[in-house]
């Protein structure tokens, strides 16, 4: 990734978590966390990545999210001075789940010597 779209990403990201956090009244969107973004070295793509706390409802805020998508896009638009506004596309990011998954097994491991 470029340098240029590394930066675009950081501006993505933080710009699409103020609205989020500010604009959005969508409760699905309440426990969304986004945890990167990364952009194409064209800036014409943007894939968004995040997390739900409750493992149940990320189905209902990937749909929320897609829903969203051009209201967010607008907002990007007008709040960034860039000459292409990207596409959005939303990922789950499930790395929290898989890490919490090998936490879990190495406190069995560990309980299990103890005894």
């Known amino acids: ?10 501006q993505v ?3 699409l978590s103020l609205l989020l956090e500010q604009e959005i ?7 969304v966390t986004l ?5 194409t070295d064209d800036l014409k793509q943007a894939t968004v990545y995040f997390s739900v706390l409750e493992d149940e409802r990320r189905g209902e805020a990937i749909r929320a999210l897609r829903k969203a998508s051009g209201f967010l896009r607008r907002e990007l638009s007008a ?16 790395s929290f789940v898989q890490t919490k998954h ?6 069995e491991i560990s309980a299990e010597q103890k005894t």
């Open 1 to 10: 990734m470029s340098r240029r779209a590394l930066q675009v990403s950081r």
């Open 13 to 15: 990201q933080e710009t």
């Open 25 to 31: 009244r969508d409760p699905r969107l309440h426990l």
């Open 35 to 39: 945890t990167k973004v990364h952009t």
């Open 79 to 94: 709040r960034l001075n860039l000459r292409y506004t990207p596409t959005l596309s939303f990922v789950l990011d499930d």
């Open 102 to 107: 090998l936490l879990d097994i190495l406190d």
